[in-house]
Structure formats: structure tokens, C-alpha cells
């Protein structure tokens, strides 16, 4: 059985359904990420975990505990805010200090754990600091440790960097990672940058209106998108329309081509003539043959970027316009606008959108 | 024409010095004159024999010390009364809010003596908790209708101080660590609203100091008062009153600043805090 259980969680708020029939199983040491726009209910569910919201429906479980109504006060995780949400009365010390003190600790155990927890986060000259004199990325820092002093059972995290500028967004992510590591502790974290949710965690859930379309590992998410909507959402993507030739054999024609999309055949109700959306990430493309099972298209380059290990090239193709990226290779000449192009794909690598 | 005004005030430095030199006077030269006044009490000398008669007075004495005595009783049954409900509102019934602030503004609307007169209906003899009934009750009307009058002030102070600070999200904070209700109160709201609370206390002392229609007619033995009786029955001595209560509410409003600009972490002396945080920072690391 897995450590933190949601099943069928709701939440309504007056007419407003803010999740619905949302369920997720989380193994103990896991770091999952919440990924989806803004309002889809990523910050609901996260606090409804807390405690900070009561469910309309669903049951919420930790270990084997039902923690569904339980008070906030009383569940044993940790939470980290957007906005630090550090005591401004209190020194960094007192800060991390706090739930220690709550919890009935010796003082001489509290000053360990402190300390411990200050080593953890690099923080230990600034013990003495209050909020006011710390930056963002400080604050938000001593914020983790305070989460963490007590060793609470889950860890959350609703969208931390957000406020942070890029770089040290980057550089606390990672020490959000290896401290998570390090203590084992069940995590969940709200964003919605897919590069933060991909990069750093160990399964994917992709919200949208409320529930959860896609729960899987980050290379999952990315290549085998579930639904339309998560395939637009994570990454940039190429769409076209086709129509079914012989459902058969998985023989569709677009573009004025036909190949012959492998993912048709998990697709139970199609008929020849029927129209689909296939999509290609925009690293399907490249300018060689693929092999065995390659498609070309010819087309018209319109834009081209350098973007270092890449050059993502603008192209219009059958009236379409798309983008692709080609690896910067040395003696890869790069395509100049105006030109025409030959790019190709390999049809496995086609995705199949649900309509 | 704004910019040219700005501009000519720029030129003529002076004439905005002389603006500000006419205010000053308008306030001060009555004060001087009152203090001058206060000083002649001997005839053909100038002496503190006015302030020397006052603290010689048990009355004097007696009076501020009852005022001061109920005001403080006044301000902290005031800050037990508003901290806990202006959290409350501003956490769970943020909609109610218009509503208390309404109700709080209600003493600025309604004249003292009016309050006073329903309360002596409503708990006078033979009502259902009768308080006019003995002096200890009548003191406790007393501070009761203090705090009603500090109630716009203090509400204000503590409501600002909160809307400062957000509330929601280290309510939140501390109930994950473990925190109960009771305890986020005490060491997480009151403590960052305490420069707040500080500045609706002295408001409050400034207030129910020098009160009078409540004080008088439940005859409580109050400073405000003795200020009047004082004013019909001497000449120098209330003009010795008046410096002292100017001086005293001067005094108020100067710890207020203090207390409303300090940041938390700075201790009254800054030599004090620097050695302690040292000494912590070298302790951890
Ligand atoms: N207290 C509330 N009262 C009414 N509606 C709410 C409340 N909290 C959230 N909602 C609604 O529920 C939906 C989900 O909100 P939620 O805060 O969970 O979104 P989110 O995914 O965290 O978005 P963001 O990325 O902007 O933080 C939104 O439509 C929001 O308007
Ligand atoms: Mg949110």
C-alpha cells in the first residue's frame, strides 16, 4: 500500500468545482510535482492535504492513518509557502526553532536539530537574522528548514521559486532535490513551470480543470502524453490533421503523405476516412533520413534560431506553419530563410491526440 | 502651476521657513504664554512653585494615579478585546469585516454621555447586573467605558498593524508546525502586532487621562475631573496642569514612535542586540 493516498478527492467551492474525482498514490520517498495552469486546482488539492481545506468528497490517507478531518495541527507535515511565510518576530534560529518548541522538545535536542537543519540549507552564519534582513532566496531557504525540523511525514511545497529569480531558482531547486534525497521524505511540489516539474521529480501529475490528466514519470509525460491537453501544455508541439486510410494497418495520409502511425493501432474505434490529430515534438525533426520507417516533408524555411545545442528552425509545411529543432552539429549548415527544406521524421515517433 | 509654486518655494527658501516659524508659533507661543503664566505663582519672581504645590497635592497624586490605574486596566482588557477579534475577522470572516469596523467607529458617533447614561439604566440598582451598586463596580464601569472610548483608536492601530503582516498565510505556517489557535495568538499574532497594539495603548492612555464626562458622572475620583474642579478654583496651578498633560501626552506619542519604528530583533539598545547576535551566530556555526 502507498504512503500518502487520494482517492475521488473533491473540492467545491459554493458552485465552483475546483478538483474533482482526483486520485493519487504516492510512495514513501517520492517526489511528485503538480504541474498545470493557472486555477486548474493544484493549490487546492496541496491544501487540502495540509489540512487547510476540508474535502467535499474523497478520503485522504498517510500511512495507514485516515487524515481526512483531521485538524491541520495534527497531521505532521510540513509546509512551504510562495511568499516564505517566515515569522518576522522571530530570528532564523527561532524560525526553524518553532515546531520544535511546539512539539515539546529538550532544549538541548532542539538546539541540535537547529543546527542540523541550518547545515542542511548552508544557512548556519545567518542564525541570528530575521526575515527583513535575508533576500528571497535566503528566506525561502530557512522556510524549507523550519518545514523540515520537526520530520514531518510529508513535505509540500506550493510553488517556492516562483517568487525567486531565475538563477536562484535554479540553484534551490536543485538543493530542494538533494535534501529531499537525503532525508527521504515524501514530497509534493506545486508549479507550473514545466521545465521545474520535469527536471527535478520523480513523477509527473499534469492538472487540468480539477483532475488529474496524466500521472507518470517526467520522459512519460513528455513523449507519451495521455490527452490533448497535456501534450500542448508540456512542451511545444506540431499538429496536423489526418485522415485514416486503412485502419488495419495504421495507414494515415497527411500532408500529402502516407505513413504509418504505430500508435493507431491502440486506438480501438476508427474507420478508413476518418480524420485524427497526429503531433510531433519539435526534436522529431531532423534533416537526414531516419531509417526504416522515415517521412519527408518538403517545406520553406521561414525563421531560424541559433539557440546553442540547437537551432530551432520555423518552417512552412503544406500550408502549415511548424516548428523544428535540428542538433547543432559541427559542418551543419544552417538553413537560411527563403530557403527550401527537406525534414524528416521517423512515424514512430508520431503522437496520436485524443480528440 | 503646481511645478511654478514648487519652483518659487525652491527660490524662496524662506518663505517656506516662514510658514512653517507662523505654525510653530500659532502652537507654541500659547504654550509659552501658559507656561510663563504657570510660573507665577510667587508674585515678583518667576519659581516652579505651581508644580511644587501640585506634587505636594494628595489629591493631585491620588487623581493621576486612579486615571492611570484605569487606563491601563482599560488598555489591556482593550487589547485582550480587539487582537483576538480582529484576527478572528480578518481570518475567517474577512466578509464581516465592514461591519465590526462599523461597530468600532460607533463610540466616535455616539457622545460619552449618552454611553454612560445607558449604562447607569442598564446596570444601575435592581437591573440584571447591577454595577452602581459599589465603588469597586463602579470602577470597573469606569474602565469599561474607557474601553469602549479607546475602541475606534485601538481598532484602527491593531487592524492596520494586521493588515500589515499576512495573517492567513503564517496562521497557516504555524498550524503545519504544530501550532494550536491559542498558541499562534500569542507567539505569532501578538508579537508582530505589538508596535501596533503599543500605539492604540497610548492612544488609549491619551484618551481616558484627562476624561471627564465619564469619570464625573460616575463619580470616580479621575484625573479629568480634578482638572475641572482645579480650573474653578485656583489660577496658577491649572495652568502647571496644562504643561504637565502636554507634556505627558508629548511623552506618550514620542514612545509610540519609538515603539511603532522599532524592527523586531532591535533591542533598546543596539549595543545589547549586536553582542547577542554575535554570540548566537558564533555559537551555531
Ligand atoms: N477560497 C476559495 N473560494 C472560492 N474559490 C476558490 C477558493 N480557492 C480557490 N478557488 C478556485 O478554485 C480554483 C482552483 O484554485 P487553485 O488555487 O487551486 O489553483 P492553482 O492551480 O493553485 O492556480 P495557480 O497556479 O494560479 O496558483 C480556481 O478557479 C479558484 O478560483
Ligand atoms: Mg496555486
Known amino acids: 500500500m502507498s504512503f500518502l493516498q487520494l482517492q475521488a478527492l473533491g473540492k467545491r467551492f459554493g458552485e465552483h468545482t475546483a478538483v474533482a474525482g482526483f486520485d493519487l498514490e504516492v510512495e514513501q520517498g517520492e517526489f511528485i510535482a503538480f504541474l498545470g495552469p493557472s486555477g486548474c486546482g493544484k493549490t487546492t488539492v496541496l491544501r487540502m492535504i495540509a489540512g487547510f481545506e476540508t474535502p467535499s468528497a474523497g478520503v485522504i490517507r498517510i500511512g495507514d492513518e485516515e487524515m481526512t478531518r483531521l485538524p491541520a495541527n495534527r497531521r505532521h507535515i510540513g509546509m512551504v509557502f510562495q511568499s516564505y511565510a517566515l515569522f518576522p518576530n522571530m530570528s532564523v534560529y527561532d524560525n526553524v526553532a518553532f515546531g520544535l518548541k511546539i512539539a515539546g522538545m529538550a532544549k538541548c535536542e532542539i538546539d541540535a536539530r537547529v543546527r542540523e537543519m541550518l547545515a542542511l540549507i548552508d544557512l548556519e552564519p545567518l542564525a541570528g537574522r530575521y526575515a527583513y534582513q535575508m533576500s528571497g532566496g535566503q528566506q525561502q531557504r530557512v522556510a524549507l528548514a523550519r518545514a523540515l525540523a520537526p520530520r514531518p511525514r510529508v513535505l509540500l511545497l506550493d510553488e517556492p521559486l516562483s517568487a525567486l529569480d531565475a538563477r536562484i531558482r535554479v540553484a534551490l531547486r536543485d538543493d530542494i532535490r538533494r535534501i529531499q534525497r537525503e532525508l527521504g521524505i515524501t514530497t509534493v511540489f506545486v508549479t507550473h513551470d514545466q521545465e521545474e516539474a520535469l527536471s527535478i521529480s520523480d513523477r509527473v501529475v499534469v492538472m487540468h480543470q480539477g483532475r488529474a490528466d496524466q500521472i507518470g514519470s517526467p520522459a512519460q509525460i513528455y513523449n507519451r502524453p495521455a490527452t490533448r491537453f497535456v501534450a500542448s501544455f508540456v512542451g511545444i508541439l506540431n499538429t496536423f490533421e489526418a485522415r485514416v486510410v486503412a485502419p488495419g494497418e495504421s495507414l494515415v495520409e497527411m500532408a500529402g503523405q502516407r505513413l504509418c502511425v504505430p500508435a493507431l493501432g491502440q486506438r480501438a474505434a476508427v474507420a478508413a476516412g476518418d480524420s485524427v490529430t497526429l503531433a510531433l515534438r519539435p526534436e522529431a525533426f531532423g534533416i537526414q533520413p531516419h531509417g526504416a520507417d522515415d517521412v519527408a516533408l518538403d517545406g520553406e524555411v521561414l525563421d531560424c534560431r541559433f539557440l546553442g545545442s540547437v537551432i530551432r528552425v520555423q518552417a512552412e509545411v503544406a500550408g502549415q506553419r511548424i516548428a523544428c529543432d535540428i542538433f547543432n552539429q559541427a559542418g551543419t549548415l544552417e538553413p537560411r530563410p527563403g530557403e527550401r527544406i527537406e525534414l524528416h521524421f521517423s512515424a514512430g515517433d508520431v503522437l496520436l491526440l485524443d480528440d | ?285
Open chain 2, 1 to 285: 502651476m503646481r511645478r511654478r509654486q514648487v519652483e518659487r518655494m525652491r527660490r524662496w527658501p524662506l518663505l517656506s521657513w516662514s510658514i512653517v516659524l507662523l505654525a510653530a508659533g500659532y502652537f507654541l507661543l500659547p504654550l509659552y504664554a501658559t507656561f510663563q503664566f504657570s510660573l507665577g505663582m510667587q508674585r515678583g519672581e518667576l519659581s516652579f512653585a505651581a508644580y511644587h504645590w501640585l506634587f505636594g497635592s494628595d489629591r493631585f497624586l491620588d487623581s493621576l494615579s486612579y486615571s492611570a490605574v484605569a487606563s491601563l486596566l482599560a488598555i489591556l482588557a482593550g487589547t485582550l478585546l480587539v487582537v483576538p477579534t480582529v484576527y478572528w475577522v480578518r481570518l475567517k470572516l474577512p466578509q464581516a469585516r465592514g461591519f465590526v469596523e462599523f461597530a468600532s467607529l460607533l463610540p466616535l458617533i455616539i457622545p460619552p454621555i449618552v454611553v454612560v447614561f445607558g449604562y447607569m439604566r442598564l446596570y444601575g440598582d435592581g437591573s440584571w447586573l447591577p454595577l452602581t451598586t459599589s465603588d469597586g463596580r463602579l470602577d470597573l464601569l469606569l474602565v469599561i467605558g474607557y474601553v469602549v472610548l479607546a475602541l475606534p483608536y485601538m481598532f484602527r492601530a491593531v487592524d492596520t498593524g494586521m493588515a500589515a503582516i499576512d495573517i492567513v498565510t503564517l496562521t497557516e505556517a504555524a498550524e503545519s508546525l504544530g501550532a494550536s489557535r491559542w498558541r499562534i495568538v500569542v507567539s505569532v499574532i501578538f508579537p508582530n502586532v505589538r508596535s501596533a497594539i503599543v500605539a492604540g495603548a497610548f492612544l488609549t492612555l491619551s484618551i481616558s487621562l484627562g476624561e471627564f464626562v465619564m469619570a464625573s458622572l460616575l463619580s470616580r475620583p479621575a484625573f479629568g475631573p480634578y482638572l475641572v474642579q482645579m480650573g474653578q478654583d485656583y489660577a496658577y496651578q491649572p495652568a502647571a496642569l496644562a504643561i504637565l498633560a502636554f507634556v505627558i501626552t508629548w511623552a506618550c506619542m514620542a514612545l509610540m514612535q519609538f515603539f511603532a519604528l522599532r524592527k523586531p530583533g532591535q533591542r533598546v539598545l543596539p549595543r545589547l542586540w549586536a553582542e547577542r547576535t554575535t554570540k548566537k551566530e558564533r555559537e551555531v556555526s
